[in-house]
């Protein structure tokens, strides 16, 4: 059955959802490491801290509150995330958002910042690069293209404090988190949304 929101995208499962994600994850760290090998690149620095830790959290709430904001004021963006967000989080029971967060989070900027930005030069020209192919990596459909632009964006905010801190473990933990807060917030408003929905028809 099609969905009628978005006459491309076809409903999936939770287990659909669920291999779909550990597929990619795999795929993506699997072309970090050959990336790394045959391209003799020196992955971004790896360094546990507090430092790090503060630069992700604040990178995390700046990206959420960011997002929260363009989702009210770009009605274009709130069509294309509602869309994808149903596509993907819909489906998935709340112990499944934990996976969401974790595998994203770890094989995507392993590849896009931990490699691909010092493989490209480890400067500002890589950090855009790096983002444009990680907002395509979000295209889900030709009507997506909002939602494309926004994880460029993302993207280069990720790719940045990469390059400013030189430190993998921020866009890591920083990706990690956003993505935990927003499925769980689009969790809790469509339950909330299903709720009003059920106490109008009593």
């Known amino acids: 059955m099609v ?18 994600m550990g597929i990619t994850a795999i795929f993506l760290l699997m072309v970090a490491k050959i990336w790394q090998k045959l391209g003799a690149v020196k992955l971004l620095s790896v360094q546990f801290n507090a430092q790090a830790f ?4 604040g990178l995390a709430v700046g990206i959420t509150v960011t997002s929260g904001i363009i989702y009210r004021l770009w009605p274009a963006y709130r069509r294309s995330a ?13 112990t499944d958002l934990i996976w969401l ?21 480890l400067n500002v020209t890589a950090v855009v690069i ?11 459909g030709s009507g997506q293209w909002p939602y494309v632009i926004w994880a460029t964006i993302v993207g280069f905010a990720l790719g940045y404090c990469a ?25 809790v408003n469509h339950w909330q949304k299903q709720q009003l929905g059920s106490d109008s028809d009593d």
């Open 130 to 140: 790096s983002s444009l192919l990680f907002g395509i990596l979000h295209l889900s």
């Open 82 to 94: 509602d869309i994808y967000l149903e596509l993907v989080i819909k489906p998935l029971i709340w």
């Open 54 to 57: 503060l630069w992700s959290l």
């Open 163 to 187: 390059l400013v801190t030189g430190n993998l473990v921020v866009p890591v933990i920083a990706h990690i988190i956003t993505n935990l807060v927003s499925s769980c917030l689009w969790k």
């Open 3 to 20: 969905n009628p929101n978005n006459p491309e995208l076809e409903p999936l499962s939770r287990t659909q959802i669920l291999v779909f």
């Open 101 to 121: 967060g974790l595998l994203p989070g770890l094989s995507e900027e392993l590849l896009f910042r931990g490699v691909m930005l010092p493989a490209l030069g």
